[in-house]
């Protein structure tokens, strides 16, 4: 062992006994630095990773690795020396292990001084390691197969220029085999299996984050075959002139059982896919706790099939083995519950008509062009999701995400499929059960609690409902297994004690039937289940087929595996009024927020214009409320007083996009409904130097003309809230590494109003970041440079989203219900008319009015500080300024949700997203000092060698030199005694 390291340090050494090692690593390293921070633009990618520097490391490699062993054994053959190394004691096992890792330290020394590029860019946003050290990891295994490559070629070979190109084009065809270039004319399975046999492919698994011991094997077996290869021949230049015995058949014999074991443990290996490490931050490419979870409620087997073309677009066939891969975890996390298929449709005809005839799959149009012709390629890219009746389909828009490069690049990646897959296989498994038996999925009894007054004081129509609440308890009761029961109490029995009580616990009150009827009455349904309660609301149309429903919504709260259900209300669009050339429409528009809830979840319309929310709702959205009515006030209001969540995007202004960037204020109409609960928007707007860019038209001066251009500027209305602005412990924020505010007013919390409420700050401004009162939305950079605004005021944190949890108390306390209340029109409409015909006919009809002052403490409001950034016209702008898809304000709305409705798992799974975790902002000169700062550390790491070299060079010198004067000594010494 002790000769094998004195191998390979004389070789190490030797490398630096001229400067073409030095040459070899400036040009690796100033290439390597090019292609990051010039070819690949890593700055206007504004993506934390390193994946640009390892993208090129296989064909970096190709030509070092070539140019450092080609005069490995090449340069012994010249010099001749190498019969004398062969006819030493030393073995050639030990010989060629000593120059191996000779090479290998100096690659191991070229990758070492590029790690201050994965620093800087950690210092620079939130790196993910675990790909760094995958990526390092996968570039010394990748550059010992082309060093034992490159030595068996050398020793083949007595001309270095010869070893030089031959080592070049064995490894470049390796890398070729499993290119996405050549595999782009094979199917599916013609290209998974050249993915197995290609280099780099290979090496782009290892660099996500995943060590596969299969993928490492495969770089052990090829050094293990040409360290083998590389023996033998020298051991065949020792045996050169001999006849051949029984010692060289046995080494032939040898040489031919290692290399082909060394082979066939691949194919031996391939099946294994449990031999993996997943290093990334989260584990985003393993499967998950709540996935399994899920898997676990499974009763009917489950079927996954994937719909996968040979022919598909290129960019989205090295996707395919990845999804293969996650789709068997599924089957062997799911047992014999989970069946798991592939299937290409135009080898199965029956399957390819079931699939568009059942489930609506239909092959996609891709184009595609290549050198010599441009195509178009129908192909399938779908996962099918089926579980008994029920099922849901994803399509490559739902697994991919799209980002561009610049205008001719695309880099297409699995968004996260994971998820993807999860929640799909979440919504069938719970819209079966959903369909089946409503107890079963009930752990604990629950009791309905009617307080209904006696029937001489009820209307007659809510007599009739009582009857049918019977009827309705019966059958629940009859099918809950013993989980329902039912019961009947006169809240004004026993001197109205349990009225009173129904006051001060939930805020109830006596109904009326009209404005004019004095009679008063009780008619409140309550579902207990341990400490949890669930008010059951009073249908509008007094139906019995609507209490079922509403009965019904209220013991879903009680179970897992349904559906729920989300309110959502935004402004109405203006109707088309054609005679007066108005084409209609306006207003913002939330088409991704809906697609993206609707995903998981029943997205519902809801017009609180009568004073109520849907009965069936779970949760209340208001998105960019403008001018509420009080009636639709109290509809919110009192949805809250009935514990629900009420989650609100809301601003004191309104932004004009159209023409010249402008704003007006606009009273949302709950300004002092969030006043009376502790809450208050101010009439102002937060501005912050940690901003994203905007689209802004500006003028410019040329030649004495003022020309209007648009212009990407960094936007301080856009409020970029990073990690350290988010609130993590709430999990709403997970999976988000960034989210823009657009123009949003800082939030005060009234902490008064507030005692013995839970109150999370969830998203805050940079300590930058200052407010202001002015209306001025264009920047103007003459006068103010950089920011473009003046700055005003103190700078400071500030508060653009916060959480409050707890009881409420009604902002209609002690205020008649406006249910009873006419509006305008209808007083306009009454003086017109006679008073007494009036006053007999609103006595007439039957007007429920009933509100509660109280809420229990599971009551939430969530408050976001901005009416525009869940927008689509916003979200797109920031798509096209980021060129991808930007969905992060939707995403954080989707987490709020599942955290209020408390789905954990889903959350977590989103939480590992692969989404792009953005730089933190920086300034022009920042990025040419961070990009000049690395070159100056290769700069410095070469001269460090250089210094070390000379210092080695002078021991050297110093010991040869006493190596001879101790030689002279000793031959004049016995000179002397030979006189």
Request: aromatic share 10%.
């Amino acid at each position: 062992m002790s000769t094998l390291f004195r191998i390979a340090r004389k070789e190490f050494g030797a490398f630096f006994s001229s400067p073409v090692a030095f040459i070899f690593l400036g040009t690796f390293l100033a290439t390597s630095l090019f292609i990051f921070f010039w070819v690949e633009t890593f700055f206007s990618q504004n993506i934390t990773e390193v994946r640009a520097l390892f993208e090129w490391m296989p064909i970096l490699l190709i030509f070092l690795v070539a140019a450092i062993t080609m005069r490995m054994w090449a340069e012994e053959h010249r010099a001749g020396t190498l019969e004398f190394l062969l006819t030493s004691p030393i073995q050639p096992i030990t010989l060629v292990l000593g120059k191996f890792l000779a090479c290998l330290a100096l690659i191991g020394l070229a990758l070492l001084m590029t790690v201050p590029l994965a620093v800087t860019v950690s210092y620079l946003g939130p790196l993910d390691w675990g790909p760094v050290l995958g990526g390092y990891l996968a570039s010394l295994f990748l550059a010992a197969a082309y060093i034992s490559i490159g030595l068996f070629v050398s020793a083949k070979s007595e001309n270095q220029i010869v070893s030089l190109i031959t080592t070049s084009l064995i490894c470049g065809l390796l890398y070729l085999i499993g290119s996405d270039t050549l595999s782009a004319f094979f199917g599916n399975k013609g290209s998974e299996i050249l993915q197995m046999l290609g280099s780099g492919s290979r090496f782009n698994s290892i660099t996500r984050g995943v060590i596969d011991f299969r993928d490492l094997y495969y770089y052990l077996g090829i050094m293990g075959v040409f360290l083998c290869l590389n023996v033998y021949s020298l051991e065949k230049i020792r045996w050169a002139g001999n006849a051949t015995n029984r010692l060289h058949r046995a080494w032939q014999l040898a040489c031919t059982l290692l290399i082909a074991n060394f082979l066939a443990a691949n194919f031996w290996l391939a099946p294994l896919g449990e031999l993996r490490s997943d290093m990334t931050d989260g584990d985003i490419y393993s499967i998950s706790d709540a996935t399994r979870s899920y898997l676990r409620q499974i009763q009917e087997p489950l079927l996954i099939r994937g719909y996968f073309s040979a022919q598909t677009h290129p960019l989205l066939a090295p996707l395919v083995p990845r999804l293969r891969d996650l789709l068997a975890e599924y089957a062997i996390a799911g047992k014999n519950k989970v069946r798991v298929e592939f299937v290409d449709p135009a080898d199965h005809p029956d399957l390819e008509q079931e699939a568009g005839q059942k489930y609506g799959i239909r092959p996609v149009p891709f184009q595609t062009s290549s050198k010599y012709q441009a195509s178009v390629t129908n192909s399938y890219f779908d996962i099918l999701i089926r579980y008994g009746d029920q099922y849901e389909t994803l399509g490559f828009r739902d697994l991919i995400e799209v980002k561009a490069q610049d205008e001719q690049h695309l880099n297409v990646e699995l968004r996260n499929p994971e998820y993807d897959i999860t929640r799909a296989i979440k919504k069938v498994l719970y819209s079966y059960q959903a369909g089946g038996d409503l107890f079963s999925s009930i752990k604990k009894p629950v009791e309905l609690t009617a307080y209904f007054s006696a029937d001489a004081r009820l209307p007659k129509e809510l007599v009739k409902l009582k009857a049918d609440l019977t009827d309705l308890s019966q059958e629940l009761k009859a099918g809950s297994n013993g989980r329902f029961t039912f019961s009947i109490t006169d809240p004004e029995a026993n001197n109205g004690s349990i009225a009173e009580q129904l006051s001060q616990e939930y805020g109830f009150r006596p109904m009326a039937a009209s404005i004019f009827d004095r009679n008063t009455f009780w008619f409140y349904m309550l579902l207990h289940s341990g400490d949890q309660v669930v008010e059951v609301p009073l249908p509008e149309d007094l139906q019995k087929e609507s209490l079922q429903r509403a009965i019904n919504a209220g013991l879903k709260r009680f179970a897992t595996g349904f559906t729920k259900n989300i309110a959502l209300s935004v402004p109405k669009s203006m109707p088309p009024m054609p005679q007066y050339g108005i084409p209609g429409g306006g207003g913002p528009k939330f088409t991704a927020l809906r697609e993206l809830l609707s995903q998981e979840h029943t997205v519902i319309d809801a017009d609180l214009t009568k004073g109520q929310v849907p009965s069936e709702a779970d949760i209340l959205i208001l998105a960019a409320p403008e001018e509420l009515s009080e009636k639709e006030v109290f509809a919110v209001d009192q949805f809250l007083m009935q514990g629900g969540t009420v989650i609100v995007a809301a601003s004191p202004y309104t932004i004009d996009l159209r023409g010249k960037l402008s704003i007006t204020a606009k009273k949302t109409g709950l300004e002092d409904w969030l006043k009376h609960n502790g809450l208050v928007l101010e009439q102002q707007m937060v501005l912050d130097p940690q901003n994203t860019p905007f689209p802004v038209p500006v003028q410019r001066n040329l030649g004495g003309f003022m020309i209007q251009e648009t212009q990407l500027v960094n936007y301080p209305y856009f409020v970029d809230i990073r990690s350290d602005g988010m609130h993590q412990e709430s999990g709403i924020t997970s999976g988000l590494q960034q989210v823009t505010m657009n123009w949003p007013s800082p939030i005060t919390v009234d902490p008064e109003k507030n005692k013995g409420r839970h109150v999370t700050r969830l998203l805050e401004s940079s300590a930058k970041s200052w407010v202001t009162a002015s209306t001025v939305l264009q920047p103007d950079f003459q006068t103010y440079k950089e920011l473009g605004f003046a700055v005003e005021g103190d700078q400071k944190h500030h508060l653009v989203a916060a959480v409050v949890e707890g009881g409420f108390t009604s902002y209609f306390t002690g205020k008649p219900s406006p249910l009873l209340k006419k509006d305008e029109n209808d007083e306009k409409a009454e003086q017109a008319a006679q008073q007494e015909e009036q006053e007999d006919k609103e006595k007439e009809e039957q007007v429920i009015a009933r509100q509660l002052d109280k809420s229990p403490d599971t009551s939430r409001i969530i408050l976001f500080a901005s009416s525009s950034f869940l927008s689509d016209t916003v979200l797109n702008i920031s798509s096209s300024v980021n060129r991808t898809s930007y969905l992060g304000p939707v995403q954080l709305m989707a987490n709020t949700v599942d955290w209020s409705l408390e789905d954990r798992g889903l959350l977590s799974i989103r939480g590992r997203s692969h989404f792009s975790r953005p730089l933190h902002p920086i300034t022009k000169d920042e990025q040419l000092f961070w990009e000049y700062l690395n070159y100056a550390f290769v700069l410095f790491g070469l001269i460090i060698i250089w210094l070390f070299r000379l210092c080695i060079r002078k021991q050297a010198e110093k010991r040869q030199l006493a190596f001879l004067q101790f030689d002279q000594s000793e031959q004049s010494e016995t000179g002397r005694v030979s006189s």
